[in-house]
């Protein structure tokens, strides 16, 4: 069995239809036993249904999805679950457990909010995806992001200007989605996120070692760098540079928050 997962930065991406990649898993007696990153290589829900099926998907796992991406799927006989939010791997796990829940088709994109089908993961239920009076609204907040040690990693404080995006719409990550769904306009709220509801879990497939002579300008490169390489489809995505010695170079395209704990504390300015 193959599942692929809609992925950004070792998360459930939320928009199917403008995925640059996925995250595929080999799947044997209920048990992953390999995953690799596949490019998207295409753009519409047509070209994404046609490019799974050519790599023998069985399932995919994904945020948003449109009645029309999820009938091209139907047509490539490729099962959805739709609505999963968080850590790639986590969603897999939950779909092998049989406890991940598919809202089936759930974006409008003439409303601009989501809603539940009636359809299920195989033998798993469909469940209601969790919303606040916010979802779907443009909002703009105030935060101060802390590790659990205190150390401030970021603050739309300092820089004197709110963070607006659309809540629920996967422009953030999930746990702060969450918190800010339910909020009143001028509360403020502390929430400790885990990796899960953050960046994700360090994925041990995004670290990956190169021969230098293949890759003109590794000579130049040292360990700690952060730069942009390009996949299969002459996409750039960034990496750190981990080690390197006279042959080899490896690099590390987790995000660099991914496996971190956080703290955030939120003030909801407006909803507009």
Known sequence: MKIAVTYENGNVFQHFGHTEQFKVYTVEDGAVTGAEILGSGGSGHGA?????????????ICGGIGGGAQAA?????????????????????????????????????????????????????????????NTGKTVRTHYRGTFNDGTQFDSSYDRGEPLEFVCGAGMMISGYDAAVADMEVGEKRSVHLTPAEAYGEKDPNAIFTVEIAMLPGAEELNAGEKVYLQDAAGRPFPVTVTAKDAQNITFDANHEMAGKELNFTIELVEVL
Not at 48 to 59: E, F, K, P, R, S
């Open 73 to 133: 799927l139907a047509e490539q006989g490729i099962e959805l679950c739709a609505g999963a939010s968080g850590s790639a791997d986590a969603a897999v796990e939950a779909y092998l457990r049989g406890e991940l829940v598919n809202t089936g088709a759930n974006c409008d994109h003439h409303g601009g909010g989501h809603s539940c089908g009636e359809h299920s993961c195989g033998e798993h239920a469909c469940g209601s995806e969790k919303k606040g009076k």
């Open 48 to 60: 994404l249904a046609a490019l799974l099926a050519g790599q023998d998907i069985d399932v995919l």
